[in-house]
């Protein structure tokens, strides 16, 4: 059970595995006011950022659980550089099925609602780890605008164009779905740019030491198509953003 070695390769180098800076991580710490103490439970935790960095400026408590074991090698020598393995743990094993052992005060999963089957079940699923009153974050990406041509819908990695709302669409299922938005923090053009970006430099470094790999012609491949695609479709179609929700 892991992420396959291409997903591993593209975001060597990421810390936070969405198009979310670390300031933008840290504005939506600062905008939960949560108590120190309080408990986090994050799904699809990736390297660990947001668990790690809320530790250390929160001084919240934690589990993150990722199917990743190279990202949750990091997580764990993220908590250990920062000072607070004391207080936050990471657990290889598959998120779509892990419940707290106690109601936490916070329940994420930021960028992979797949693990839900979409956002009505990883809702569902969140709120099964939730105390009552808690907050719930779910990053999920949206259209910026909604394409009217399937080549661009194709660009930007996405099947259907029915496959994303607009931002005013996603935030009316989740009122639909029971919960209030309580806030949310956004990702712009440059925090796509930051994500997508990165991962370039990351496949170029790899192939350059890995020509031989299994592996390489397909990141040659995509590496000769990824930048010129982005630019035309993705930047300019695609939104993503964090919400922060309450059940009704």
């Not at 710490?29 to 668990?51: H, T």
């Not at 550089?81 to 094993?93: I, K, M, N, P």
Request: some cysteine; overall charge negative.
């Amino acid at each position: 059970m892991d992420l396959p070695r291409s997903f591993v390769i593209r975001e060597s180098s990421h810390r936070i595995h969405d198009p979310l800076t670390g300031e933008k991580l840290a504005t939506l710490g600062r905008a939960l006011r949560l108590p120190p103490g309080a408990r986090v439970l994050d799904l699809a935790c990736g390297s660990g950022e947001l668990l790690c960095t809320w530790a250390r400026d929160h001084r919240i408590t934690g589990t993150g659980v990722d199917i990743s074991t190279a990202f949750i090698g990091r997580a764990r020598a993220r908590a250990t550089e920062l000072g607070v393995a004391d207080r936050v743990g990471f657990v290889h094993g598959d998120a779509g099925g892990h419940v707290a052992d106690e109601p936490v005060d916070v329940a994420s999963c930021l960028g992979a609602s797949w693990i839900g089957g979409g956002v009505p079940g990883t809702v569902r699923l969140l709120q099964r780890s939730l105390k009552p009153g808690g907050i719930m974050l779910i990053g999920e990406p949206f259209w910026r605008r909604r394409p009217t041509e399937q080549d661009a819908v194709t660009g930007c990695q996405v099947d259907s164009v029915d496959d994303l709302l607009l931002l005013p669409g996603l935030v009316e299922q989740f009122g639909a779905l029971g919960y209030d938005v309580v806030e949310m923090v956004l990702a712009d053009q440059d925090s796509w740019d930051r994500y997508r970006a990165a991962q370039w430099l990351n496949v170029r470094r790899w192939l350059d030491t890995h020509p031989d790999d299994e592996l390489a012609a397909g990141l040659r491949a995509e590496l000769d198509t990824a930048p010129a695609r982005y630019v035309r479709y993705e930047r300019e179609y695609v939104g993503w953003g964090v919400f922060a929700l309450m059940r009704r």
